[in-house]
């Protein structure tokens, strides 16, 4: 089941309240909270309120998008603060970052400390109920499709999944055999249509026909799966309501689809 959302970091100069009204208003099913600004790592009464807020407006949160980096040692950012806060929250997933160096350029001291930290905070968030999804993005040891394989199986474990969205600058071709590469895997999704050189944001209307390959490819994901908008384009509220409508869309015939 395709679950039509939002991520908040889309408009970080509105409240919680605004993000929740834009949500619902645009017939969004969910939110993914981010922890820089709506629901900072470790206010864990700001979480509670926006669980609340976000239940009241008849939607769901969908996840907590974290800004921890594994391995990093960061003094800063406490894991044991970032899950208090998802589970204040209610939310079912914590999303972050497999470090900040790219997979090539990693040395192997500092990929088992990465894979190492990933480990505690998986076994920490199970205790909890709660998932670890990783983000999908460059500069991490979760780059690419062949990446997000090999970090699983080292990992290994059970509440580990991966996000995905389409790599900046690849064609959908080869972007949906990624995707189908990790599908065994995958948490949620993304949304966003850039293209050109450089890359421009731009609505999702003018990349439905890759969307809709994608979708396609997903409809065994068992399960939900929320595919959550993130960037629009010049960061408008208009911009944002066309690509929900467009979202909702490609949702619904997915839905035929997986039916048939």
Same mark, same amino acid.
């Given at each position: 089941m395709i679950i039509p959302g939002l991520t908040s970091i889309t408009f970080r100069n509105l409240s919680c309240e605004e993000i929740a009204g834009l949500a619902r208003d645009a017939g969004l099913k969910s939110i993914e909270w981010g922890g820089d600004v709506h629901v900072p790592h470790g206010a864990v009464a700001r979480a509670g309120e926006a669980a609340r807020m976000t239940s009241g407006a008849g939607l769901a949160?969908?996840? &907590?998008?974290?800004? &921890?980096?594994?391995?990093?040692? !960061?003094?800063?950012? !406490?894991?044991? #603060?970032?899950? !208090?806060?998802?589970?204040?929250? *209610? @939310?079912?997933?914590?999303?972050?970052? +497999?470090? *900040?160096? +790219?997979s090539r350029d990693c040395l192997p001291a500092q990929r088992r400390a990465i894979v190492a930290d990933l480990r505690r905070i998986c076994a920490r968030a199970a205790e909890a109920e709660v998932k670890i999804g990783l983000e999908f993005h460059r500069n991490t040891l979760n780059d690419g499709p062949a990446?997000?394989? *090999?970090?699983?199986?080292? +990992? +290994?474990?059970?509440?580990?999944?991966? &996000?995905w969205q389409p790599p900046v600058g690849m064609a959908g071709r080869e972007a949906l055999a990624g995707l189908r590469k990790v599908m065994p895997f995958l948490l949620h999704i993304h949304v966003f249509h850039?293209?050109?050189?450089?890359p421009e944001r731009l609505l999702l209307e003018q990349g439905q026909s890759?969307?809709?390959?994608?979708?396609?490819a997903v409809r065994q994901?068992?399960?939900? $799966?929320?595919? $959550?908008?993130?960037?629009? #384009?010049?960061?408008?509220?208009?911009?944002?309501?066309? !690509?929900?409508?467009?979202? *909702? #869309?490609? @949702?619904?015939? &997915?839905?035929?689809?997986?039916?048939?």
């Amino acid at each position: 089941m395709i679950i039509p959302g939002l991520t908040s970091i889309t408009f970080r100069n509105l409240s919680c309240e605004e993000i929740a009204g834009l949500a619902r208003d645009a017939g969004l099913k969910s939110i993914e909270w981010g922890g820089d600004v709506h629901v900072p790592h470790g206010a864990v009464a700001r979480a509670g309120e926006a669980a609340r807020m976000t239940s009241g407006a008849g939607l769901a949160v969908s996840s &907590y998008g974290s800004y &921890y980096r594994c391995g990093m040692d !960061d003094p800063k950012l !406490d894991f044991g #603060k970032v899950l !208090d806060t998802a589970v204040a929250l *209610k @939310a079912p997933i914590i999303r972050v970052w +497999a470090g *900040k160096i +790219a997979s090539r350029d990693c040395l192997p001291a500092q990929r088992r400390a990465i894979v190492a930290d990933l480990r505690r905070i998986c076994a920490r968030a199970a205790e909890a109920e709660v998932k670890i999804g990783l983000e999908f993005h460059r500069n991490t040891l979760n780059d690419g499709p062949a990446e997000t394989l *090999k970090l699983m199986g080292e +990992a +290994a474990s059970p509440n580990l999944g991966t &996000y995905w969205q389409p790599p900046v600058g690849m064609a959908g071709r080869e972007a949906l055999a990624g995707l189908r590469k990790v599908m065994p895997f995958l948490l949620h999704i993304h949304v966003f249509h850039w293209a050109g050189s450089p890359p421009e944001r731009l609505l999702l209307e003018q990349g439905q026909s890759e969307w809709r390959e994608y979708f396609s490819a997903v409809r065994q994901s068992p399960g939900e $799966l929320h595919t $959550l908008i993130e960037f629009v #384009k010049e960061n408008a509220v208009e911009s944002f309501q066309s !690509d929900a409508r467009v979202l *909702k #869309k490609l @949702a619904a015939e &997915y839905q035929v689809l997986a039916m048939n």
